[in-house]
């Protein structure tokens, strides 16, 4: 390396995506997977994304425990949601900071409805959404907050459980329009399984492609 390269180096500086502080490079990790061989996030702000993490593991460790359920995530599963939503409301896309307090873990499939402390399950909300969200569906969530989910962060959602369930996208949506519709008719639960439902909807959905194809 030779001298001028070097002074380069040294002075070389980033704005880092989170706090938007411009600090020296060497204030980014190392990694070399992305474009320039560092992260994007400054070394503070990935550290405190991970002491958030940790505080909110603590949490779903006790609920967990009180409410006798298995917990299926780790400690390192969570800092991974932090890290890949930015700290950010899967939601909504608000940050912490913009709302001046902490965000939440959601259930997509509430736990009262079953839905398991899985990976596949849990996503980063804002303690406003969260709330929003409760017990409900995430369809008919979704519904409701509209305005506030963008079909980029509709999508985002679903691939990622896609991903994290190993579950086919399609499969995922079926299944939280079967967990929507089972709901809105849960008269019919006395009836028909949610086995039952989820052929009963994909035959129609089947039926209407074939309908509009046929036109
Ligand atoms: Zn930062
Ligand atoms: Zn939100």
């Known amino acids: 390396m030779t001298t001028s390269t070097m002074t380069k180096k040294k ?24 474009k320039g061989g560092r992260t994007s ?30 917990l299926e995530v780790t400690r390192k599963e969570l800092q991974a949601l932090f890290a890949t939503f ?6 909504c ?5 913009e709302t001046g307090e902490s965000h939440h873990v959601d259930h997509v499939i509430p736990v009262s409805e079953g839905g398991r402390h899985h990976r596949s399950n849990l996503v980063l909300a ?7 969200k409760n017990n409900a569906p995430f369809i008919e969530f979704y519904m409701r907050k509209k305005d506030k989910i ?28 079967v967990d ?16 039952e439902a989820r052929e009963l909807f994909e035959e129609v959905v089947t039926e209407k492609f074939k309908e509009e194809r046929a036109s």
């Open 11 to 34: 002075t070389e500086t980033r704005v880092c995506r989170l706090c938007g502080d411009k600090k020296e490079i060497e204030l980014f990790e190392i990694d070399s997977r992305v």
């Open 41 to 70: 996030r400054c070394k503070a702000c990935k550290s405190s994304l991970n002491d958030r993490s940790r505080t909110l593991y603590a949490g779903l460790k006790y609920r967990a425990e009180q409410a006798g359920q298995p």
């Open 86 to 91: 930015d700290g950010k409301c899967i939601y």
């Open 93 to 97: 896309g608000i940050s912490e900071e």
């Open 126 to 132: 804002c303690a406003s959404c969260n709330a929003s």
């Open 150 to 177: 963008s079909d980029e962060n509709f999508n985002t959602i679903v691939y990622f459980i896609s991903l994290m369930s190993g579950q086919p996208v399609d499969e995922v949506l079926m299944s939280f329009i």
């Open 180 to 195: 929507y519709k089972m709901k809105l008719y849960s008269h019919l639960s006395d009836f028909i399984s949610k086995e």
